[in-house]
């Protein structure tokens, strides 16, 4: 059931208490399905565990950056991801470079969905010239290059974190606001809108406690999506040298310094590219899982 049935009823409106419960039913109900799916609680056990690891792997005893004194060793029992050329452990690097790994991204897409959601809730609802002015301002944005304006903003203002952190708020937040817009222009036809403008009620309170509940799912499931393609982006920064430097245990800078060894010391390359994969693909699964279910 959505939100706005239970606003209005045959009989009048509900009482907030009676509105609450269900509202609470509403979303027990969506917890449960969501841990009924496998993917969904593979996905959510591998975000969890780099989480964890981005935070904890100091608590672990790991040492990212000290030398083992064995340069390029293979896996094996003394080193399960085996080491790099300088003889760092390849495991330990791959644990601790969750931390900047989710140190970008979700900060960003944390912004980009404060100010998209804004924006596409004003768009929306406000239409007319306020719509079509928001409208041309996303579509510069969206025609622009994502890496390309990174590499601009990044070569005018530096590479520190909060810059990284706007630009990437910024890259992601007219995506975000063209959806949330979509689904307010659904919304603003159904009876609980019609019903709040004859209340005489102000546009904020509408905004907030009108629509913003029946089309916060949409952003959810957007902000999700969005977070995948930033760890991604992030990690393709730090790549080409333009986020994390040396000796930071990052995941694209790893892949970047060993590179070279792809063919003689493969797992210098495929684990960090593995835990970049794993990451990225959980969080797209999370995603259309909590789709799939927040739709029926």
Not at 15 to 24: F, I, K, R, S, Y
Not at 84 to 100: K, N, S, Y
Not at 121 to 134: H, K
Request: hydrophobic content about 55%; aromatic content about 10%; glycine content about 8%.
């Amino acid at each position: 059931m959505a939100i706005e049935d239970l606003r209005l009823t045959a009989t009048g409106t509900p009482g907030t208490a009676a509105l609450t419960t269900a509202e609470t039913r509403i979303r027990r109900g969506v917890v449960v399905r969501l841990l009924r799916r496998p993917t969904f609680v593979v996905s959510a056990v591998v975000v969890l565990f780099w989480v964890v690891a981005a935070v904890g792997w100091r608590w672990f005893g790991l040492q990212p950056f000290a030398d083992t004194g064995h340069q390029l060793a293979a896996p094996s029992g003394a080193y399960w991801f085996g080491t790099d050329d300088i003889g760092r452990d390849v495991f330990a690097r791959a644990l601790a470079g969750a931390e900047p790994a989710l140190a970008i991204g979700p900060a960003g897409v944390i912004l980009a969905t404060a100010l998209g959601s804004t924006m596409g809730l004003i768009a929306g609802y406000r239409r007319g010239w306020v719509d079509a002015a928001f409208m041309r301002v996303f579509d510069v944005f969206l025609a622009l290059p994502t890496l390309i304006f990174l590499l601009v903003i990044v070569g005018a203002f530096g590479a520190g974190v909060p810059t990284l952190i706007l630009t990437v708020g910024l890259v992601f937040a007219p995506g975000i606001a063209r959806i949330v817009r979509a689904a307010v222009l659904t919304e603003m036809g159904k009876q609980y809108i019609v019903t709040a403008k004859l209340q005489r009620e102000s546009t904020t309170r509408i905004l907030l406690r009108e629509l913003l509940p029946n089309v916060f799912p949409t952003i959810l499931v957007q902000a999700t999506l969005s977070l995948a393609a930033a760890i991604f982006l992030s990690s393709s920064l730090s790549f080409l040298g333009l986020a994390s430097s040396p000796p930071s245990p990052d995941w694209g800078l790893a892949i970047s310094d060993n590179r070279a060894y792809l063919q003689s010391a493969s797992w210098t390359v495929l684990f960090p590219a593995a835990a970049i994969a794993s990451l990225v693909v959980a969080v797209h699964l999370i995603a259309d899982n909590l789709k799939e279910v927040l739709d029926r």
